[in-house]
């Protein structure tokens, strides 16, 4: 009997070191894509000074109204604020301004004209209920755009590197309990 729950304690513990480095083994791997992917953003991102906003004026603009620039169909907010002393250009996110200048909210959904003009509209109209809000602007003397959400702050990085924290601190618990565990039978053993 005594045998047999040694050798059921030995297979117990071997699996439970393999889930340990496991995790540990996990967490590295996603610390390596959280550092080659989430970490250059959040490097290069230049949208540091957070100011206050003061809406000047809101606009939805249409395909036929954007300067005969060739741009995809759907509707799009153009918003003006008064930020950091100077008149700026609001937009949505980082990824907004990369996708088209133009805009300064792009609806979520493209496929349906109507639903994604009620969503402008919308956004639209609670510019107007809330005139002066936060943004973010940059250190740069000529910049003339202004962010209402950061994506890539530092809230966004605290998030990501949770679970791979969660996972490795997880994990090298796990090998210490066993580690622990099994110098504690010795130890018995031997008395």
């Given at each position: ?32 894509i959280l550092g080659t992917t989430v970490l250059p953003l ?150």
């Open positions: 009997m005594g045998k047999k729950l040694v050798m059921a304690q030995k297979r117990g513990e071997t699996r439970a070191l393999c889930l340990g480095v496991a995790m540990v083994m996990c967490a590295v791997i996603a610390y390596y959040y490097q290069k991102s230049v949208w540091t000074q957070e100011s206050t906003c003061h809406l000047i004026e809101t606009n939805i603009r249409d395909q036929e109204e954007l300067e005969g620039k060739k741009v995809p169909q759907y509707p799009c907010l153009w918003v003006n604020v008064s930020a950091v002393g100077r008149w700026a250009v609001l937009y949505h996110t980082e990824d907004t301004r990369d996708r088209n200048h133009q805009c300064s909210y792009i609806p979520g959904s493209l496929d349906n004209y109507l639903m994604a003009r009620a969503e402008v509209e919308k956004v639209r109209a609670r510019f107007h209920e809330h005139q002066v809000f936060y943004c973010f602007s940059t250190t740069r003397e000529n910049e003339t755009s202004v962010l209402y959400r950061r994506l890539y702050g530092p809230q966004a990085l605290l998030f990501s590197l949770f679970w791979p924290t969660f996972l490795l601190t997880g994990g090298l618990l796990l090998i210490a309990m066993v580690k622990i565990n099994q110098s504690l039978s010795i130890l018995a053993a031997q008395k």
